[in-house]
């Protein structure tokens, strides 16, 4: 399995589009994936993330746009004369054959006649060399998780494209198998196309994320850098949680100045990405320090603050969630960890809530505050504030 | 009275099963009569002579052999052609697709009189001689409807994601079809081609309009019927009917193997 026999080239994706009657499942999206990377197409159902990987196994073709790896263009070759293969949702196993015949299928499909070796030291690899016999029924989810990798990375693709390849299992296994998968996708050095919708999972496991929304690549960057500096609300509220204040810009240099509701907030210039005066003001929820309103004194003069009451306390061992409502009926969250032991603030406290400038970040003030969360999400929250007001 | 509540499930499912049974459980009875009169309806006493001497009777064997042949040419014929209906109506968009769905259905639901009636005045219309190839035509007609229900039903059921991933891994139409859709599909092939073999050799009225002189089981039978019918009869009746629980018990035991191995590991 060295690396250094297999080149691999980068994968281009141009214009690539995907109608399905009037709607665009894919709009317009170009991309270029490096070669040997683990790339993430992370969003929510419907987002044409699934259409985009089927596009690329050439199981779906794209309604204009093309598809090259490296100087190949592969857009109008089928599926079975692509250097690509799949793991599948829920697997696809063939029911019929063994675990053997499933992770040799490819290789016997290109004629080639010594299979046995590379079967069994890949099965090695995937560590199921002793089950190679059994029918896939008769496998936990976990390891026929492990077959599907196996039966796909055997052929050496230039490309691997997981679909969402640890939704079916629970979550320990899931954590185990993100960090198995990591490892193979090291020492193979094939290039990881990996589809999902769990943010988590995105962020643990890639070294480039692209947030999806609507057919469109909404950011794309180093897990890191999205999560600390969005630049739409939908990948801010998508990609973790964020308290986003809509606001205006009263003064703008190398520090920018924003008023909402009597607040002033002040944020880095490079970090804000309104254009006009309307201005989103956003903040990681982590970044927040919760103080009791008498000891408002102690918050320093830089930091941007909101004062409010407590509406809800949740312990959860690492760090507690603090609900505080403002005055203007908006609903800040916050993260802190727990590095003392009681005094804690409790449920109607008036606290201030306060954070650094250099946490701050600023949206274009034009788009929906609350893009990226689910209707659920959204009705949850109003119905929990409505009973909190009263 | 408490005793009967406690067991009345268990005593309305026996009465049924001994309704159910108890014609057969007769004809195998009766197999090793010896009768005393020409109607072999009344016990007399305990031989085996039908049974060592099955063919005794002119006219049983052939009849029987002549059913057996023509379920078997018109079940291969029907499940070849109702196997390709299946898939190009699950497959395939076309125009028409739907009005064949719905025609397809139509010989299971039309009155075997009706059909077996009309087939026959095709037949005499086209001045086409009746026998063994009409009776034939006339059953791949009806067991067609059941081999598309059946297939169907199997293909529809099956994961796209399979094919999907077997074009995925190098195989192209042929080979997806050869090593993926074929081998997944076969069971429900198979099972339609049981059906429609026991359909057509137990089939009367369609083949009795259209069968001219030729004599199947089921028309020997009736034939027999007016005369008395020979013990032979009984016995072949009774194979027919252990060969047909032989095989649903090997069935049975074999997806009991299955599963007992998929729940062992």
Redesign the interface.
């Known amino acids: 399995m060295s690396t250094a026999e297999h080149r691999v080239d980068d994968l281009h994706l141009r214009h690539l589009t995907k109608r399905f009657g009037e709607t665009a499942a894919v709009d317009d999206l170009t991309l270029t994936i490096a070669a040997g990377s683990f790339f993430a197409l992370l969003g929510a159902s419907g987002c044409g993330k699934t259409t985009t990987l089927r596009m690329i196994?050439?199981?779906e073709d794209p309604t204009s746009g093309s598809i090259h790896i490296g100087d190949l263009d592969v857009t109008n070759v089928?599926?079975?004369?692509r250097p690509?293969?799949?793991v599948?949702?829920?697997y696809?196993?063939?029911?019929?054959l063994d675990i053997f015949e499933n992770v040799a299928?490819?290789m016997r499909?290109?004629g080639l006649k010594d299979v046995n070796g590379p079967v069994m030291s890949m099965l090695e690899l995937v560590e199921l060399a002793p089950l190679a016999r059994?029918?896939p029924?008769?496998?936990s989810g976990g390891q026929q998780q492990r077959v599907a990798v196996a039966?796909?990375l055997i052929?050496r693709p230039d490309v691997l494209l997981l679909d969402e390849p640890l939704g079916a299992l629970d979550l320990k296994l899931r954590r185990q198998m993100q960090i198995e998968l990591k490892r193979i996708q090291t020492e193979v050095g094939t290039t990881f196309v990996h589809v999902t919708h769990d943010q988590e999972e995105a962020m643990t496991m890639a070294d480039t994320v692209a947030v999806m929304n609507s057919g469109r690549i909404e950011q794309l960057g180093h897990p890191a850098d999205i999560y600390e500096l969005p630049r739409t609300a939908f990948v801010a509220n998508f990609l973790g949680q964020a308290n986003l204040v809509e606001a205006e810009i009263v003064s703008a240099s190398a520090e920018v100045v924003a008023q909402a509701h009597g607040n002033t907030f002040t944020l880095p210039g490079d970090r804000n990405f309104a254009k006009h005066k309307q201005v989103i003001v956003g903040v990681r929820p982590e970044k927040l320090t919760v103080l009791d309103h008498f000891n408002a004194h102690l918050v320093p003069d830089s930091n941007n603050r909101v004062t409010g009451r407590v509406t809800d306390v949740s312990y959860a061992g690492v760090s507690t969630q603090y609900v505080v409502r403002t005055p203007w009926e908006q609903d800040f969250i916050a993260f802190e960890q727990n590095m003392v032991v009681g005094d804690r603030c409790e449920v109607g406290d008036e606290v201030v809530l306060h954070w650094s400038p250099s946490h701050t970040f600023g949206l274009d003030g034009t788009q929906d505050v609350n893009a990226g969360i689910s209707a659920e999400a959204l009705e949850e929250t109003r119905a929990a504030s409505s009973l909190g007001g009263e | 009275m408490r005793w009967l509540r406690r067991n009345i499930i268990a005593i309305i499912a026996i009465a049924v099963l001994v309704y159910l049974f108890i014609p057969i459980a007769v004809v195998a009875f009766l197999s090793f009569n010896n009768p005393a009169s020409k109607f072999n309806i009344r016990w007399n006493e305990f031989s085996l002579d039908a049974w060592t001497n099955l063919c005794g009777v002119p006219g049983v064997c052939s009849s029987f052999a002549t059913s057996i042949g023509i379920g078997i040419i018109a079940t291969i014929i029907a499940t070849v052609l109702g196997a390709m209906i299946s898939f190009a109506l699950v497959r395939y968009r076309f125009r028409g697709r739907s009005t064949t769905n719905l025609l397809i259905f139509l010989p299971m639901a039309t009155p075997e009189v009706v059909m077996g009636s009309s087939l026959l005045a095709l037949f005499l219309n086209m001045r086409f001689p009746l026998g063994q190839v009409t009776v034939i035509i006339a059953h791949i007609m009806f067991i067609i409807s059941f081999v598309v229900v059946t297939v169907k039903a199997r293909l529809q059921g099956l994961d796209p994601r399979l094919e999907e991933a077997a074009r995925d891994l190098y195989a192209g139409p042929r080979a997806t079809f050869r090593y993926v859709t074929f081998p997944l599909v076969l069971p429900g092939i198979l099972g339609a081609a049981l059906l429609g073999f026991s359909l057509s050799f137990d089939d009367f009225i369609i083949s009795y309009f259209n069968a001219g002189t030729l004599v199947t089981f089921p028309i020997y039978i009736w034939g027999a019927a007016q005369r008395g019918i020979p013990v032979q009869v009984n016995a072949l009746a009774t194979l027919v009917f252990v060969l047909a629980l032989l095989v649903v018990l090997v069935a049975q035991f074999v997806s009991y193997r299955k599963r007992k191995s998929v729940q062992a590991h």
């Not at chain 1, 089928?78 to 004369?81: C, E, L, T």
């Not at chain 1, 696809?92 to 019929?96: E, G, I, K, N, V």
């Open positions: 196994a050439g199981l089928p599926p079975h004369k690509v293969n799949t599948f949702q829920s696809a196993l063939f029911p019929h299928f490819g499909r290109r059994r029918k029924a008769q496998l039966r796909a052929n």
